[in-house]
Nanobody, 121 residues
Framework: QVQLVESGGGLVQAGGSLSLSCVAS???????MGWFRQAPGKEREIVAR????????YYADSVKGRFTISMDNAKNTVYLQMNSLEPEDTAIYYC???????????????WGQGTQVSVSS
């Protein structure tokens, strides 16, 4: 069973940056990797998605221009660079593996345990 392990969360002031990483313990049969986030009392929402070869990306409108997703398939690792962070970005961030057209949590079949990102004002 392949596992996804996230790292890189933490506390940062508004305007700051954080970088998240997610390592897959093996080659995945899915074609895309995504980052989702879930704030207290809210549904899990997609942040960004990247195809396994890194050639195609998708971003939620709320993070366009601030976040960058990238894939290093030689290392089975997906990254999320988050710049110009806002308090509204505070959430648990999850890495997931799923279909290349997926934008909903139901489109992703394998999940990491999550990492907390907190942005103070």
């Amino acid at each position: 069973q392949v596992q996804l392990v996230e790292s890189g969360g933490g506390l940062v002031q508004a305007g700051g940056s954080l970088s998240l990483s997610c390592v897959a313990s093996g080659r995945l049969s899915t074609s895309a990797m995504g980052w989702f986030r879930q704030a207290p009392g809210k549904e899990r929402e997609i942040v960004a998605r990247v195809s396994w070869n890194g050639g195609s990306t998708y971003y939620a409108d709320s993070v366009k221009g601030r976040f960058t997703i990238s894939m290093d398939n030689a290392k089975n690792t997906v990254y999320l660079q988050m710049n110009s962070l806002e308090p509204e970005d505070t959430a648990i961030y999850y890495c997931a593996a799923g279909v290349p057209w997926g934008t909903k949590a139901r489109d992703f079949v394998l999940w990491g345990q999550g990492t907390q990102v907190s942005v103070s004002s």
